[in-house]
């Protein structure tokens, strides 16, 4: 049993594919696929992903560095990043501040499951006759 469970693992790892590159927009409906697969397995990210000056920082510009700073902590934050003097200073402020409060960069996150993307299954019937594909 444990053989198999790891095959499933290793088949539907394949089948995913959730990397945003830059100017495409026709994936949506894969992104959308591993949000739900990230729901349904409730995987949290922060424990794979920590925003680091080496990690996350130093490879964005001092706007969103500081933008960053605002969303995880507030607008005191993103002053204090405003202020630095040079980007590296900036990148050190960021990775102390936003330390262990758990933000994650939009591309790693996974969409929070609301009401409306929950699959309604009131209606649903095991026992219905289903189309079946032609031989």
């Known amino acids: 049993m444990h053989q198999s469970r790891d095959e499933l693992a290793f088949a539907a790892a394949h089948s995913v594919n959730a990397v945003r590159k830059l100017h495409c927009y026709d994936r949506k409906g894969a992104f959308e696929h591993a949000d739900r697969l990230g ?3 409730e ?3 922060t424990k794979w992903f920590e925003p680091t000056g080496d990690s996350y920082f130093s490879h964005i510009n001092r706007q ?3 933008a960053v700073t605002r969303e995880a902590k507030a607008d005191q934050a993103a002053l204090a990043v405003k202020a630095a003097g040079k980007k590296l200073e900036a990148v050190g402020i960021a990775e102390r501040m936003v330390v262990d409060s758990g933000w994650l960069p939009e591309p790693v996150r996974i ?3 609301t009401a409306d993307t929950e699959r309604d299954d009131a209606g649903f ?3 219905a006759p289903r ?3 032609a031989e």
């Open 125 to 127: 019937n095991e026992d």
């Open 64 to 66: 969103s560095i500081e």
């Open 39 to 41: 729901q349904a397995l």
């Open 111 to 113: 969409s929070v499951r």
């Open 131 to 133: 189309p079946v594909a």
């Open 43 to 45: 995987v949290n990210m």
